[in-house]
């Protein structure tokens, strides 16, 4: 299906976006709008003020509910919504190249919408492509790679390209709730079943019926509450604490772990038959060091993401130049924190190389205190 259909007459930037868009793997046409049925977003250079209605009829007699007004060669980049959000008119600066700030924030704000996850380093556009094929089917999805790597993300990209997009996505941290509690929160549980159940629960695996169910750093989940998990994923069969009774689940399970899971299988941490189970389908997520090509749009699209204004201040060069030379052992988690320090930082007009502060240099965003001057110091001693 086609997503974005670009007017590409006198749209000076149209073919270089439209590679972005490809690159994003999103099916990109371009031509008049008579040739735009079945695209989800139509891309154009801002009429003249006259020639707008019609631009707008036109889109809505294709079917098209989301318009994107492009004026080039403006001061800042800047984004207007109208009609309910349904039309945007965009001011975009002049590009200098395909990596230009300005160019990438307007891909990301029309890609982001219909592909959260940016892909122009070529070997993530191929995961991305095994993403979309796996997600056609109902096989169980095994997601490997370092924290902040874009795990949950992929997940719930596979998710919204499945059959089950309409049902409930239900995401849940293994690492992060306590043991005791864990089994409670899975599988539901009866009034009464422990001390503080006042009421029943039906858990986060009834909940995802129809769905699908995240299993966030599985490898966390302790021993004794993996058997329990394996016979849900053989049987399709969930038992609430303080029933004896079984309740069907129809769901799609996808799990993912920063671990080396071989390894824990071999250390006695992770059952080898669960693994198995898990493992049928398995995407691998990288660190952000191996695909610097992403860095420029996830840059932009955080940025995008967090700054709260109408117009945008633009990544300067020598900025993402900055971006490009750091090896990002904390990710997109870590890149996040840098581009909202940024926003602080800057002047709000562009974001600079010395608004660049990493984890590494936590001590450039202390002020330190001025030297005394000599006289000063003879007197304090």
Known sequence: MTCIHIIDEGFAAAGVLADLFARRRLGVTAGPVTEAAGAAVLVAAAPAPGDERRL???ARAQGIRSLVLVSEGATTF?????LGGRLLRVALPVIRDEDDCGLLMLADLIAAPLRPMVARDPATGNLLD????????????????????????????????SPRADKPFVAINCAAIPENMLEAILFGHEKGAFTGA??????????????????????E?????????????QERRVTPLGS??????????????????LAEVAAGRFREDLYYRLNVFPLTTRALADRPEDIPALAVGLLRRHARMAALPLIQPDAMQAL???????????????????????????????DILTDLAPQAMI???????????????
């Open 130 to 161: 095994l993403a979309a094929r796996v997600a056609r089917t109902d096989v169980t999805v095994f997601i490997n790679g370092p924290t902040g790597s874009g795990k949950e993300v992929l997940a719930r990209q596979v998710h919204a390209a």
């Open 56 to 58: 707008i009829e036109g």
């Open 324 to 354: 490009l030379d750091h090896d990002w052992p904390g990710n997109v988690r870590e890149l996040e924190n840098v581009i909202q320090r940024a926003l602080v930082l800057c002047d709000g007009q562009a974001i600079m190389a010395d």
């Open 367 to 381: 002020p330190m205190p001025r030297p005394a001057q000599s006289g000063a110091l003879m007197r304090a001693i």
């Open 78 to 82: 800047s984004v207007t919504p109208d």
């Open 244 to 261: 004896s009774a079984e309740v069907e689940v129809d769901i799609r399970i996808v799990a993912t772990s920063n671990r080396a899971m």
């Open 198 to 219: 006042a009421t029943a629960n039906k858990g986060l695996i009834r909940a995802a019926d129809g769905g699908t169910l995240m299993l966030d750093e599985i490898s």
């Open 221 to 233: 989940m302790p021993l004794g509450l993996q058997s329990k998990l394996l016979r849900v994923i």
